[in-house]
């Protein structure tokens, strides 16, 4: 999930990244108002929320509060790119039957996010459980005291 994140967040401050998400967060409701910062800003706003993230992930690795941040701040983030597939006009085709249709390279692309979703709500249902809550509460002593011997 962190490389996804960084090598995802570092493209958003070139060029070619932040004129293919330009339509998506132009149309989508949820994050249009980036558009006050123009095409390169709203990228680079893009890009460093989710570099943010890889590093929350990275650091919840050993502090379970900020893993749980970190799975939420990801959350949302697939959240979001799995509404673009709803809200950006011409990704999604209907068949005859009126069924959706995964007609274009960006929806396919996007698709993706469901997954992503998945595994990041579980990382966060992980982060919030008990035990995590526990080795938090305890400073991860583990880490701390180094391996022991069963």
Known sequence: MVAIFIW??????????AEAIAPLISHSPFMSWLGVFGVTGEARVVGTIELVTAAALIIGSVIPVVSA????????????????????????????????IIST??????????AL???????????????????SATGNRRFAEGPTSS
């Open 8 to 17: 995802f967040g570092i493209q958003k401050f070139t060029p070619y990244a």
């Open 69 to 100: 941040l970190g799975a939420a701040m990801a959350s949302v983030t697939f959240l979001l790119t799995t509404s673009f597939v709803l809200t950006t006009p011409g990704i999604t085709l209907a068949s005859p039957t009126g069924f959706p």
């Open 105 to 114: 390279l960006v929806e396919q692309f996007l698709l993706k996010d469901v």
């Open 117 to 135: 979703l998945a595994a990041c709500l579980t990382l966060l249902l992980a982060s919030l459980s008990p035990r995590a809550s526990a080795a």
